[in-house]
C-alpha cells in the first residue's frame, strides 16, 4: 500500500459533489452562474485528476493514493480509497468525461439547468468513488448512489417515454444489486473484514463460490450489460438526454467490467473457471447478434446503444477466455486477454461518448433522430462529417485508431483459447463496420435529403472543443496505447497471481 500525504481522492469525490450541491442551491434563477461553477469545478476536477497520473508510481500493483479511516465503528466498516493501474484509468475517465459533458451542455439545456448540471457533478464523484473505493460497504453505498442522479437525468429531462425507460433502468440495476450486497455481507463474515482486498484467497468451497459467483454476475452483468438483462440500455440511451447518454455508455457501464475484476475473478476464481463457458457464450452472443441487431434500427441512438453492448461483450470475453489459455497453453496470453478487455473499456469510453455527442449535434439541429431524416449533411456541415466518419470507422475497429486496439488484442488472445472464439469475435469488425458505415452514409452523404439539411450550420466553438478532445483522445489510444497498457499491466498480472493461486 502506497497511502497519500494529500487526499487526492477524497478530493476528486466531494469537491464534485459539493460543486453539484451550491448549484441546486443557487438554483435556475442563476444559471449562467451554475453554468461557470459547473465548468470551473469540473475543469479542476479533472486537472487534479491528471495528479494521478503524474504521481503514479509505474511497476507496482501495490494500491496507491491510498486513504483509510474508521467510518461506522461498530460494523467495522473504513471509509477506504486507493486505486491501482486497473481503477486509476476509469478515474481519469469519469473526470474527463464530466468535463466534456459539462462543456458540451452550454446554453442547450434551457429547462431547470442548475439541478442538470449538479445532476453530472453529483454523478462524477460517485463515479470516482465506485472505482476508488475499497471497503466493500463503501462500494456498495456509491455503487447505488449513482442511481439517484441518472433517474433524475432520464427521468427529467429525456424523452417521451422516458418514466417507461426510467423505472425499467433503476428495476434492473437495483435488483442485482441487492443480490450482490447479501454476497457482500456473507464475504464480510468470512474474511473478518469488509476490505475488498482481504476478500482475496478465502478458498471457499466451490459450491459456495458458485452461488456467490451468481450474485456477482447479475449485478454486474446488468450493469455492462451482457445479453439477456441488455433491454434496458436502449430503451434508457433513446430516453435520456445527450449528456445521460455520453456518462451512460463511457462511464456506467464500465463500472460492471470493473466488478468483474475487482470482486468476481479474485474473490471466486474457481466458479469463475467452473462458469467460463457461460460468459464466453454469453458474450460471444453479444458481439454477435447484437451486431445484426444494430443492423436493423432506424434511430441512430438505438443503433449505437446496440453497437456498446456489442463492443462490451469484448470485454466480458477477454475477462473470461484466460482460463481457457491457462488450461490450453499454461497461461500465455491471459494478460493479454485481460489488458484487451480493460482497453476496450476506455476506448469505447471515448468512442461511444463521441458517438452520442454527435447525435446531439444533429438533434439540436434537426430534433431527429432517424436516420432516414437525414442525408447529404456533408455538404452543410463538412468539419462535423470528417469527425462523425473518423469516430465511426474508430466504431468500426480501424487501425490506427482505439477501436482497434483492444479488440485486436481480444482476438489475439481467443486464438490462444480457441480458434472459433476469435472467429466468432472477429465478426465484430464486419458487422460494425456494416452497420455504422450503413448509418454514416444515409446520413452524411449523398444528395442533400430535404430543406431541414440544407439549412443545417456547421459545429460551432463548444463543439469542435468537445469533439476535437475526443478525437485526439481516439488517435492517441489508437497510435500509442503503451503508456495505458504500462500502467495496467502490474495490477493485470498481480491479478493473474491472485486468481492463479485460489485455484
Known sequence: MLESSWPLLSVLIWLPILGGALIFLLGDDKAAYARLIALLVSGLTFVLSLGLIIGFEPGTAA????????????????YYLGVDGISMPLVVLSTFSTLLVVV??????????ALYLACFLLMEGIMVGVFSALDAILFYVFWEAILVPMFLLIGIWGGAERIYATIKFFLYTFVGSVLMLVALIYLQFQAQSFDILEMYGLGLPLATQIWLFVAFLLAFAIKVPMWPVHTWLPDAHVQA???????LAAILLKIGGYGFVRFA??????????????????????????GFVAMMQQDMKKLIAYSSI?????????????????VRTGGDGALLALGGGMVQMISHGFISAAMFLCVGVLYD????????????????????????????????????????????????????ANFWYAFLAGLTLILGAAYTLWMVKRVAYGEVANDKVAALEDVDTREKIVLGALAVAVLWLGLWPAP?????????????????DGL
Open 63 to 78: 494500491m496507491q493514493f491510498v486513504e483509510k479511516r474508521p467510518w461506522v465503528e461498530i460494523l467495522g466498516v473504513n
Open 104 to 113: 458540451a451542455a452550454g446554453t442547450q439545456i434551457q429547462y431547470r439547468p
Open 241 to 247: 438526454p445527450t449528456g445521460g447518454s455520453v456518462i
Open 265 to 290: 475473478l479474485p474473490i471466486v476464481p474457481e466458479a469463475s473457471m467452473e462458469l467460463d463457458w457461460l460468459m464466453i457464450t454469453l458474450s460471444l452472443i453479444a458481439v454477435v447478434y447484437i
Open 310 to 326: 456489442a463492443h462490451m461483450g469484448f470485454v466480458t470475453l477477454g475477462f473470461f477466455i484466460i482460463f481457457e489459455i491457462v
Open 365 to 416: 439541429r434537426m430534433h431527429t433522430r432517424m436516420i432516414g431524416d437525414y442525408g447529404g449533411v456533408a455538404h452543410r456541415m463538412p468539419v462535423f462529417a470528417g469527425l462523425f466518419v473518423l469516430f465511426a470507422m474508430a466504431n468500426a475497429g480501424l487501425p490506427g485508431t482505439s477501436g482497434f486496439v483492444g479488440e485486436f488484442m481480444v482476438i489475439l488472445a481467443a486464438f490462444q
Open 484 to 500: 495505458l497498457i504500462n500502467i495496467m499491466e502490474p495490477s493485470l498480472a498481480h491479478l493473474l497471481e491472485v486468481v492463479a
